[in-house]
């Protein structure tokens, strides 16, 4: 991640929400800039973290939790 943070980018189902502000904080701890892509909810985050298109994503338990269930996605923190 900081080694090549212009290439890390992560979904939010949306601005102003939640997982938008957890975003910014995360940025502002860990020291670096990174790329926020927000989306129209959760289900397209989650899509385009299986697909590889973004490199992580931030949304709800509830959202990540069945594809988590299927093998799809690791879930890497829960707050």
Same mark, same amino acid.
Not at 27 to 54: C, F, M, Q, W
């Given at each position: 991640?900081?080694?090549?943070?212009?290439?890390?980018?992560?979904?939010? #189902?949306?601005?102003?929400?939640?997982?938008?502000?957890?975003? /910014?904080?995360?940025?502002?701890?860990?020291?670096?800039?990174?790329?926020?892509?927000?989306?129209?909810? /959760?289900?397209?985050?989650?899509?385009?973290?299986?697909?590889?298109?973004?490199?992580?994503?931030?949304?709800?338990?509830?959202?990540?939790? #069945?594809?988590?269930?299927?093998?799809?996605?690791?879930?890497?923190?829960?707050?």
């Amino acid at each position: 991640l900081k080694a090549h943070p212009d290439k890390t980018s992560f979904g939010v #189902p949306s601005n102003g929400t939640i997982p938008h502000f957890m975003g /910014s904080k995360l940025e502002k701890d860990i020291g670096i800039p990174l790329t926020r892509v927000p989306y129209r909810g /959760s289900a397209p985050v989650l899509n385009d973290i299986i697909g590889g298109h973004i490199s992580f994503g931030i949304t709800t338990l509830a959202d990540a939790l #069945p594809q988590h269930r299927a093998k799809g996605l690791k879930i890497i923190g829960v707050s």
